[in-house]
């Protein structure tokens, strides 16, 4: 089913109303000079936060993109997700949604699909989620287990220099990796120990953050 949508970007006056609902509501004016960019496998996958239009296209030209990979998954009344799919369709980009969160334990099912379409996407690939530090960390720390890297090597990906904060709620996806580490790696593929032994609602139930942690992220950065 095509995402439904919120704005007509076909009319001066629709896509001003994106532009504005980006900069000012979902705060693009913030991402315009922070791209927030990293190499994950170079001429594979790339990360960053969620692209302007521009970024978009400056991306796609200077690594050959060929898909993009939404993290946030389809937002109803958003300006960035209406400019970004307008722009990949407009580019000839796959734009694929495998929406994830921030602050649970990530989903079986989403890993094991997140795991499919990485294994049926066209490279180069883009993955953003909303300010490229969390979810986009998680996404790109699964890419390189499932090609053969290290717990360690997924962990660097959540990292503060993108923005995460570990002591945070948000710390759970690196509790998620180290669980990996300590139950599993060097005995199980990593997609084996998600399918058939990745305990999400124990990992849920034994991760604690520190308060501190959370009023930044939650009250001061505002994070998705």
Known sequence: MPPRANYDLTTPAGRRAAVMN??????????????????????RLY????PSPWQLQDAARRFGLRTVVNLRGE???????????????????????APFESRG????????????????????????????????????????????????????QLHWRHGHV??????????FFRLYARQAEGRLPFLDWVRDEYDEAGLRTDFRSR????RLVDGVLRRE
Request: aromatic content about 6%.
């Open 22 to 43: 980006s900069l000012f509501v979902d705060h693009a004016i913030l991402r315009q000079g922070w791209r927030n960019w990293g190499v994950v496998a170079p001429g």
């Open 166 to 175: 570990s002591a945070s709620r948000t710390g759970i996806l690196d509790a």
């Open 75 to 97: 937002r109803v009344n958003c300006g960035s997700d209406a400019l970004s799919r307008a722009e990949a369709a407009r580019l000839g980009l796959t734009h694929v949604d």
């Open 105 to 156: 334990a990530p989903h079986r099912d989403r890993i094991l699909r997140l795991a499919g379409i990485y294994a049926a996407m066209e490279e180069p690939a883009l993955l953003h989620c909303k300010s490229g530090a969390d979810r986009t960390g998680l996404a790109a720390g699964i890419f390189l287990l499932l090609e053969g890297g290290t717990s360690a090597e997924a962990l660097g």
């Open 211 to 214: 308060p501190w942690a959370d």
């Open 47 to 50: 990360r960053s936060n969620h």
